[in-house]
């Protein structure tokens, strides 16, 4: 069924991904970090997302994050397992007026955290790519693997207040 009228498919993936903006609140919290995470919002239909775009997934020490959940295999930047790593598809990003400080992709295999800083920004590509979630065709914001963090790093630069 197409994913625009799939509002069950719409929901679990909108739920999914919550669970695992949880999961990484809670391991800034256990890096002692001030976290807050956005109170999860269900939308009634799967053409109402549009209205959450501002819609911010986390904070740490007051700067925003994006999260990605990835059915990929990844325990570090040197193992991605592609040459880019999708940050956000172009028409979300690009809505967005507040633009998170990082993307963090977390493997849902090994549960480990990549980010993708702003920082990078510049070198990001735009691909399209079928989206086998959704089952349709995406633009999306791509980042080149060598800017890819892994989650120590990201750790260090927060603490460090480098934003």
């Given at each position: 069924?197409?994913?625009?009228?799939?509002?069950?498919?719409?929901?679990?993936?909108?739920?999914?991904?919550y669970?695992?903006?949880?999961?990484?609140?809670?391991?800034?919290?256990?890096?002692?970090?001030s976290?807050?995470?956005s109170?999860?919002?269900i939308?009634?239909?799967v053409?109402?997302?549009?209205?959450?775009?501002?819609?911010k997934?986390?904070?740490?020490?007051?700067?925003?994050?994006?999260?990605?959940?990835?059915?990929?295999k990844?325990?570090?930047?040197?193992?991605?397992?592609?040459?880019?790593?999708?940050?956000?598809?172009?028409?979300?990003?690009?809505?967005?007026?507040?633009?998170?400080?990082?993307?963090?992709l977390?493997?849902?295999e090994?549960?480990?955290?990549?980010?993708?800083?702003?920082?990078?920004?510049f070198a990001?590509?735009?691909?399209?790519?079928?989206?086998?979630?959704?089952?349709?065709?995406e633009?999306?914001y791509?980042?080149?693997?060598?800017?890819?963090?892994?989650f120590?790093?990201?750790?260090?630069?927060?603490?460090?207040?480098?934003?």
């Amino acid at each position: 069924m197409d994913w625009m009228k799939d509002d069950a498919k719409f929901k679990s993936e909108l739920i999914g991904g919550y669970d695992w903006e949880l999961f990484v609140a809670w391991q800034m919290l256990l890096e002692g970090f001030s976290v807050q995470v956005s109170k999860l919002k269900i939308r009634a239909r799967v053409e109402d997302r549009h209205k959450f775009a501002q819609q911010k997934d986390l904070k740490v020490n007051g700067w925003i994050y994006e999260i990605k959940s990835r059915n990929e295999k990844f325990t570090c930047p040197i193992d991605y397992p592609y040459g880019t790593a999708f940050v956000e598809t172009v028409k979300s990003w690009d809505a967005k007026i507040m633009k998170p400080v990082a993307t963090l992709l977390v493997s849902r295999e090994t549960k480990v955290i990549l980010a993708v800083p702003l920082s990078s920004r510049f070198a990001w590509k735009v691909e399209e790519k079928y989206d086998r979630t959704r089952e349709i065709n995406e633009t999306f914001y791509a980042s080149p693997k060598r800017f890819l963090w892994d989650f120590n790093y990201l750790v260090q630069h927060i603490r460090e207040q480098k934003w």
